[in-house]
C-alpha cells in the first residue's frame, strides 16, 4: 500500500528556485514566530535567489516564469514558514501590479532594481493617509500608510497619495532607504507573526515628478485595452487576480504539510483505552475528508493559474469574468483548505497539541488567508453572483 499518488498529469510541483534554501526556511520559522521578524541572514540569502526575478519580464531583467511555476515556489516555502511564504508573496505579486502601472516608460529604473534582486512591499491597507504636495518638477510625500506586508525587509515601497485639487489618486516608489522614510512594527496578530505588516511613515519625501503614475482603482479595465501600453503581455494581467491564486497555492502548502506530519504522527500512537489511533474509523472519516479537501483545493486553484498562463501566452487580455475567475479559485482553494485544517486539528486533539507539534503554528498563521480583504469571501462571491447574473462588477480592486 502507498499513499503517494501517480505523478502523471499532475500541474502542482516540487519548487525549483527556493529549494536550496527551505531547510534554513524551516529551522528559523520558530524563532520566527517568537520573535515576530523573519531571520535577518535568511533574508540576505534569499535576495540573493532569483525567486526575488520570477514576476518580472526579461524587459526588466526578470525571469519570466509562469504562475503556475510561482504558485509552486510559494506553495513549498508556505509549507515551511508561513511568515516567510507571505512576505514574498506580497513581493512577488505587487512588484507584478508596479510594473503593470509605471509601463514602458520606466522600464529602465524598474530593470536596474530587478537585476539587484531588490524587496517592493505595497504599505497601502486600511488607514493609510498620504498626501502629495507638488513643488515644479517634485513632489513632496507626508503621512502614514498601513500594512507594509514585508516592509522592513524591502528596498521599495508603492505609495498611493492624494495631491490636493485631483480626484484620481497618484502612485510612486519610496525608496525605504531614505532618511525621510521611517518603519514603525505594528503587527500584533496571532497569525504570520514575521510577516511585518508594519506603517510605513512618509516624512517629507521628495520623489521627482517623471516618477509618478496615476492610480485609477480599476487600472485593470486599462491594462485589458490592447492600446494600452505594458511592458509585456503578462502585466495585462491584473496583480489582485494573481494574489489570490497565490495564496490559495500557499493554503494548499500548509494544509498539505499539516495533513502528512499529521498522519505520521499517528500512526502507532495509543488513544484512551489502548486502541491504536490508525484503527479508529473516525480516524479514517476525517482524514479521508481533508484529504479529498486539499486535493480539491489544489486542482482548483492550479486550474485557474494554468489557464492564465495558457492566456498570457496567447497575448489574450482577461475579461473581468476571467479576473474573477481567478479570486473565486484562489478563494475556494483557501476556504477549502481551511476545512481541511480543522479536521487535521480534531484528528490531533488535545495531546497532539500539547505534545508541541508545528501544527499549532501553521494553525495560526493559516488564519490569516481567509481574512486577507483580497481574497476575502464577502468581496469575491458577492461579485461572482453578479457576473453570473450579467451585471457589471463593483469592486475598485
Known amino acids: 500500500m502507498s499513499d503517494v499518488f501517480s505523478s502523471a498529469g499532475r500541474v502542482h510541483d516540487d519548487s525549483t528556485y527556493i529549494t536550496p534554501l527551505l531547510s534554513e526556511i524551516a529551522a528559523q520559522a520558530a524563532q520566527a514566530d517568537a520573535t515576530r521578524s523573519v531571520s535577518a541572514d535568511l533574508i540576505a540569502r534569499i535576495k540573493q535567489n532569483d525567486i526575488m526575478r520570477m514576476s518580472a519580464s526579461p524587459e526588466i531583467s526578470g525571469l519570466d516564469q509562469s504562475i503556475v511555476n510561482i504558485g509552486n515556489e510559494l506553495r513549498a516555502i508556505a509549507a515551511h514558514c508561513g511568515s516567510t511564504?507571505?512576505?514574498?508573496?506580497?513581493?512577488?505579486?505587487?512588484?507584478?501590479?508596479?510594473?503593470?502601472?509605471?509601463?514602458?516608460?520606466?522600464t529602465k529604473r524598474l530593470g536596474e532594481a530587478v537585476a539587484k534582486r531588490e524587496w517592493?512591499?505595497?504599505?497601502?491597507?486600511?488607514?493609510s493617509q498620504v498626501m502629495g504636495v507638488r513643488n515644479g518638477t517634485t513632489t513632496t510625500l507626508s503621512g502614514v500608510a498601513a500594512f507594509g506586508s514585508g516592509g522592513?525587509?524591502?528596498?521599495?515601497?508603492?505609495?498611493?497619495?492624494?495631491?490636493?485639487?485631483t480626484e484620481v489618486p497618484c502612485f510612486a516608489l519610496a525608496d525605504l532607504r531614505s532618511p525621510q522614510v521611517r518603519i514603525r512594527e505594528t503587527w500584533d496578530g496571532m497569525s504570520v507573526r514575521?510577516?511585518?505588516?508594519?506603517?510605513?511613515?512618509?516624512?517629507?519625501?521628495?520623489?521627482?515628478?517623471?516618477?509618478?503614475?496615476?492610480?485609477?482603482?480599476?487600472?485593470?479595465?486599462?491594462?485589458?485595452?490592447?492600446?494600452?501600453?505594458?511592458?509585456?503581455?503578462?502585466?495585462?494581467?491584473?496583480?489582485?487576480?494573481?494574489?489570490?491564486?497565490?495564496l490559495g497555492a500557499m493554503a494548499t502548502g500548509v494544509a498539505e504539510v499539516s495533513l502528512r506530519e499529521t498522519i505520521d504522527g499517528i500512526r502507532d500512537r495509543i488513544a484512551i483505552l489502548g486502541t491504536r489511533m490508525a484503527d479508529r474509523p473516525t480516524i479514517h472519516v476525517n482524514l479521508g475528508r481533508a484529504r479529498a479537501l486539499i486535493n480539491a483545493a489544489t486542482d482548483t486553484v492550479y486550474a485557474a493559474m494554468v489557464e492564465t498562463d495558457a492566456r498570457i501566452a496567447a497575448r489574450q487580455p482577461p475579461t473581468e469574468a476571467d479576473y474573477f475567475r481567478q479570486a473565486s479559485a484562489g478563494m475556494q482553494a483557501v476556504h477549502l483548505c481551511d476545512e481541511?485544517?480543522?479536521?487535521?486539528?480534531?484528528?490531533?486533539?488535545?495531546?497532539?497539541?500539547r505534545e508541541g507539534s508545528a501544527f499549532e503554528r501553521r494553525y495560526r498563521d493559516f488564519q490569516a488567508m481567509p481574512l486577507h480583504i483580497l481574497g476575502h469571501i464577502d468581496r469575491v462571491t458577492e461579485q461572482m453572483g453578479r457576473i453570473a447574473l450579467g451585471l457589471d462588477s463593483q469592486n475598485p480592486l
Open 194 to 246: 514575521a510577516s511585518a505588516t508594519d506603517h510605513i511613515h512618509y516624512e517629507g519625501l521628495v520623489v521627482p515628478n517623471t516618477h509618478i503614475a496615476a492610480w485609477p482603482l480599476r487600472h485593470r479595465e486599462q491594462l485589458r485595452d490592447p492600446a494600452y501600453p505594458v511592458i509585456h503581455a503578462r502585466y495585462r494581467e491584473d496583480w489582485v487576480g494573481l494574489a489570490v491564486l497565490w
Open 340 to 353: 481541511a485544517m480543522r479536521l487535521v486539528l480534531r484528528v490531533l486533539g488535545g495531546n497532539g497539541l
Open 120 to 127: 517592493f512591499c505595497f504599505p497601502a491597507g486600511a488607514s
Open 152 to 165: 522592513r525587509y524591502a528596498e521599495w515601497a508603492g505609495v498611493v497619495f492624494m495631491v490636493e485639487g
Open 85 to 106: 511564504a507571505w512576505c514574498l508573496w506580497n513581493h512577488l505579486c505587487t512588484l507584478h501590479h508596479f510594473v503593470g502601472l509605471l509601463g514602458p516608460e520606466h
